[in-house]
Every structure is written in C-alpha cells, then in structure tokens.
C-alpha cells in the first residue's frame, strides 16, 4: 500500500517485486464407455485443476489464484457427423484471500452445459446453451464489481461486492471450409 492498507474498502497499491511460490496441478482424461446401435459412441471426459500461490515474504495469499475446478462430460458421437455434449463443471469457494489486496471471498458453484455441432467436410455448426440453470454465482477471478455509472470513484460503491458469472446463455456459430 502506499500509506496503510484497510480492510472493506480499496487500496491504492504500488508494485514491489517481492518472492512467490506457486505449485498445482492439472490432470485431465477421456474413456470411451461404449457403442449402442442406435445412439452411437459415448466418452467420458474430465478435467481437473489446482493452484496454490504464496507470497514467501510475507506470507500471504497470492491475489486472484482460481480454486480447485474441473469439468466432467459425457460425448456422445452419432454417425459421422453429430457431436452432442453434457457437461458439468464445478467450482470449489476461493477462500484463500489475498489481505493486502482485499481479495472478496466467493461461494463454490457447478454449472451445467449443453452442447451440440454437426461436422460436414465443408462446414460445421455448433450450438448450445451454457449455464442451463441459470445459476447466479460469483466469478473467483471476477475481481470487484465497481457499479453501473461510479466506475471512476475510488470508493463509491460498497467493498465486498464480486463480479457476477454469466447468466444462461444461447449460442449458434457456423464455420465454413474452402
């Protein structure tokens, strides 16, 4: 901080290289689990991810380190072209705060996704819904939200208040080969 630090509200903070540790790991996989005659191939996949970070000098947390997430989805594979997906992905609370920063807690959330595509030699289409609960839930990276129409004032708005995932959402993109 440039003067003293306070807690439940913005600092004014000033860079200094200081000693950091991180360490984590990602693992990820897919199984195939099997053929039906009539709906197709059907593949697991998951995918999983950890992250610790530390300031060795002072001891504290490291500022905006995402908490143990991962994704588990079932692919299924229809004819030569169809690609249908279900997905969930989970999100643990991120309760290892940076104090100097004033890092917001967030609460752990899974989301469920939808997707489809259909893969011609020439062309594909892709479509989906994410979020299809329409789950409201705080970003862990999302950092402060500073509020509609106070976004120049250093503490205007109320501290403590994080940064909204996205709502349900549609999509359709097409992709064209030549």
Do not use: H
């Not at 991962?70 to 991120?94: D, R, S």
């Not at 403590?160 to 993109?173: C, E, I, K, L, Q």
Request: net charge positive; with cysteine; aromatic share 12%.
């Amino acid at each position: 901080c440039n003067t003293t630090c306070t807690v439940d509200r913005f600092n004014v903070l000033k860079y200094v290289n200081q000693d950091a540790q991180l360490y984590g790991l990602d693992l990820s996989g897919n199984v195939m689990l099997g053929k039906l005659q009539q709906l197709g191939r059907f593949q697991l996949t998951g995918q999983g991810s950890y992250t610790r970070g530390q300031n060795v000098t002072t001891g504290d947390n490291l500022y905006n380190i995402m908490p143990l997430n991962g994704k588990l989805g079932l692919v299924q594979y229809l004819g030569a072209n169809w690609t249908n997906t279900i997905e969930g992905q989970f999100v643990a609370a991120k309760t290892n705060l940076n104090a100097v920063r004033n890092e917001i807690a967030t609460g752990g959330y899974s989301l469920y996704n939808l997707r489809a595509s259909y893969d011609d030699k020439k062309y594909r289409v892709n479509f989906g819904i994410e979020n299809l609960l329409n789950k409201l839930y705080a970003l862990p990276q999302g950092g402060a939200y500073l509020g509609q129409g106070n976004t120049m004032s250093m503490n205007g708005v109320p501290w403590g208040t994080a940064v909204a995932g996205m709502g349900r959402t549609f999509y359709v993109s097409a992709n064209m080969k030549f």
